[in-house]
């Protein structure tokens, strides 16, 4: 089956306009995430939705601009309902469940986005060279888009690892413990990364044949 990095969804306005949904690019995530945490701090329920609407108001930046001028733009446009729905979809939140949640065991403090070492993994994926600099990465990309781009590029870095031990007689999935079969996905791209270096092997050796060749006849 297809699979998908992410799920588009909808949220409405009081005047029943669709506003179409999608994780936050990273740039927006992180203004987003400065105001988030302050939620639980608010006094009162008024307070809290003021908050939230500031959550909100950011999104739309993304979402749909002229709606991002005030909290007030946004509470005029948008009941509670579809302010938990962005929140949602803009940065996986789930609010309903946040709320049934406040009484469980604390959540584990290296599990916050505070403790999340961003830099290090936008730095290792900007090693792809496909952005001029990290302003414009975090301007295309999503949090899911990040962690996608990540998993691939190691499972090849891994992939191509293997391979080459192999040549040496080394099984790494055996070294690490890792006995799991690959997946199909997994699969086809070792099977991608065996015939890149079937063919770079076999153009070196004839490159190498060549040489021998020309070598022989200038000695003869």
Known sequence: MPTKVYSIDYAYTIDGEEIELSPLKI??????MDVFPSVQSAK?????VDRLSECVRIAMKQYKEDLSKSIETVQDNFDIANIYKIIEIAAGIKMNQQEEEKDDKPV??????????????????????IWKNF????????MPELITILSTRRDLDYDEKKFMAAIQGIDLDEQSGNTEAKDSKSGRILKHVLQVKVLQMMLMISLLYKELMLNKKALE
């Open 108 to 129: 584990d403090p290296e599990d916050t986005w505070e403790h999340l070492d961003l830099v290090k993994l936008e730095t290792e994926v900007f090693l792809l060279g």
């Open 44 to 48: 009162n329920d008024d307070e809290s």
């Open 27 to 32: 740039k927006y995530m992180r203004q987003f």
């Open 135 to 142: 302003d414009e990465l975090e301007s295309s990309i999503s």
